[in-house]
Protein backbone atom coordinates (compact mmCIF):
# COMPACT_ATOMS: atom_id res chain seq x y z
CA UNK A 1 0.00 0.00 0.00
CA UNK A 2 1.41 3.73 -0.54
CA UNK A 3 0.11 6.55 1.19
CA UNK A 4 -1.29 9.19 -1.23
CA UNK A 5 -0.24 13.26 -1.04
CA UNK A 6 -3.46 13.50 1.43
CA UNK A 7 -2.63 11.24 3.30
CA UNK A 8 -4.48 8.53 2.55
CA UNK A 9 -4.57 4.22 1.98
CA UNK A 10 -7.19 2.06 0.20
CA UNK A 11 -7.97 -1.01 2.97
CA UNK A 12 -7.38 -3.83 0.56
CA UNK A 13 -11.07 -5.39 -0.96
CA UNK A 14 -10.61 -8.52 0.90
CA UNK A 15 -9.90 -7.05 4.04
CA UNK A 16 -12.48 -4.88 4.32
CA UNK A 17 -15.38 -7.48 3.69
CA UNK A 18 -13.65 -9.92 6.05
CA UNK A 19 -13.89 -7.51 9.11
CA UNK A 20 -17.26 -5.59 7.84
CA UNK A 21 -16.09 -2.46 6.74
CA UNK A 22 -18.56 -0.91 4.24
CA UNK A 23 -18.52 2.78 1.94
CA UNK A 24 -19.54 5.00 5.07
CA UNK A 25 -18.22 3.93 7.51
CA UNK A 26 -17.19 5.95 10.58
CA UNK A 27 -13.60 4.76 11.23
CA UNK A 28 -11.38 5.87 13.90
CA UNK A 29 -7.04 5.97 13.30
CA UNK A 30 -5.91 4.60 16.94
CA UNK A 31 -1.98 5.04 17.86
CA UNK A 32 -0.55 1.73 19.43
CA UNK A 33 3.49 2.13 20.25
CA UNK A 34 4.73 2.61 16.34
CA UNK A 35 1.54 1.21 14.83
CA UNK A 36 -1.53 2.46 13.78
CA UNK A 37 -5.21 0.76 13.88
CA UNK A 38 -8.16 1.38 11.90
CA UNK A 39 -10.85 0.82 14.10
CA UNK A 40 -15.26 1.11 13.75
CA UNK A 41 -15.71 4.44 15.18
CA UNK A 42 -18.91 3.72 16.68
CA UNK A 43 -20.07 0.02 17.61
CA UNK A 44 -20.30 -2.33 14.73
CA UNK A 45 -23.80 -2.49 13.09
CA UNK A 46 -25.52 -5.68 11.53
CA UNK A 47 -26.15 -5.67 8.71
CA UNK A 48 -29.87 -5.14 8.69
CA UNK A 49 -28.97 -2.13 11.02
CA UNK A 50 -26.41 -0.85 8.31
CA UNK A 51 -29.14 -1.26 5.71
CA UNK A 52 -31.61 0.38 7.80
CA UNK A 53 -29.38 3.29 8.26
CA UNK A 54 -28.43 3.88 4.87
CA UNK A 55 -31.71 3.34 3.53
CA UNK A 56 -33.19 5.87 5.95
CA UNK A 57 -34.87 8.99 3.99
CA UNK A 58 -34.35 6.82 0.46
CA UNK A 59 -37.70 5.93 -0.12
CA UNK A 60 -39.16 8.66 -2.73
CA UNK A 61 -42.50 10.69 -1.78
CA UNK A 62 -45.88 10.09 -3.48
CA UNK A 63 -45.26 5.67 -2.54
CA UNK A 64 -48.10 4.41 -1.18
CA UNK A 65 -47.58 2.32 1.81
CA UNK A 66 -48.23 -1.15 -0.45
CA UNK A 67 -45.57 0.40 -3.30
CA UNK A 68 -43.01 0.85 -0.31
CA UNK A 69 -43.21 -3.41 1.10
CA UNK A 70 -43.48 -4.29 -2.78
CA UNK A 71 -40.14 -2.99 -2.87
CA UNK A 72 -38.62 -3.59 0.31
CA UNK A 73 -40.17 -7.45 -0.32
CA UNK A 74 -38.65 -7.58 -3.84
CA UNK A 75 -42.05 -7.98 -5.30
Known sequence: MKLNSKGQVTIP???????G?????????????????IVHSTP????TD???RDARGA???????????DLTRGE
Do not use: N
Open 21 to 37: FVEGDEVDVVQDGATLR
Open 50 to 52: RWI
Open 44 to 47: ELSP
Open 59 to 69: ARQGMTTDELL
Open 13 to 19: AELRHKL
